[in-house]
């Protein structure tokens, strides 16, 4: 089947430590895309990605880095610099632009204490 | 600048009854519009979009949806709700041409209750 799979679905961690969240598609997506998710405050962009090797800020991009070496792959590290970093993040893909739908993945919570 | 607007973080219906979820955009220029569905603890899963082909739009699990270019709106609703459309829903937009590189903008979400 194809789709989109994070992993882990939880991960915990110590505050002070750098962690990196899995993404991985079998879409043939060029587009993907790092949402975080708050409650009551919707999903925000953190990073996104048109095509391998390339990737742009979103609207909050700091504490955060990815990297973009395979079309299939784009994980997501939350650096020790990022102030509130427990969160529900998503990963999403997309076939395009323009009315192209994004295709979500199951999700990682993120608890940091 | 695009933005969104959904009305109510809370809808509370009756089985059976109609629901309703508003979603009011701002865009400069046409927009393509999207409804998600999101269950506790999981990713979202498209419900239906607008794309200029037609301004009513049917979706899956019996939604539909209605592009009011007058009212900027673009309100979900569902004749007869049924108990497992319990989630949150969310309204996004995209602004069609441009040089926009595929972002979505998000609403806040809508959590609907369905009551026996």
């Known amino acids: 089947d194809g789709g989109i799979t994070q992993s882990p679905k939880y991960l915990f961690r110590k505050e002070g430590q750098n962690v990196t969240l899995s993404c991985e598609q079998n879409?043939?997506?060029?587009?993907m895309y790092w949402y975080r998710q708050d409650p009551g405050q919707g999903l925000r962009l953190i990073y996104y990605s048109q095509i391998v090797n390339d990737f742009q800020k979103g609207d909050i991009a700091e504490g955060y880095s990815v990297s973009r070496e395979k079309k299939e792959s784009f994980p997501l590290t939350v650096t020790s610099a990022q102030k509130n970093p427990t969160a529900f993040y998503l990963c999403?893909?997309?076939?395009?632009?323009?009315?192209?739908?994004?295709?979500f993945g199951p999700g990682t919570r993120l608890t940091v204490t | 600048a695009q933005s969104v607007t959904q009305l109510g973080s809370h809808v509370s219906v009756s089985e059976g009854a109609l629901v309703l979820l508003r979603c009011n955009y701002s865009?400069?220029?046409?927009?393509?519009l999207f409804w998600y569905v999101q269950y506790p603890n999981q990713g979202l899963q498209l419900l239906l979009k607008y794309t200029s082909a037609a301004t009513l739009v049917k979706g899956i699990n019996g939604f539909e949806a209605e592009f009011k270019k007058s009212e900027t709106s673009f309100h979900l609703t569902k004749p007869s709700a049924h108990m497992s459309d319990a989630a949150e829903y969310f309204c996004a937009v995209r602004m069609a041409g441009g040089t926009s590189y595929g972002k979505l903008t998000f609403g806040q979400g809508t959590i609907l209750t369905v009551h026996p």
């Open positions: 999403a893909s997309s076939q395009g632009t323009g009315s192209y739908e994004q295709y």
């Open positions: 865009s400069s220029v046409p927009p393509y």
């Open positions: 879409l043939n997506h060029d587009a």
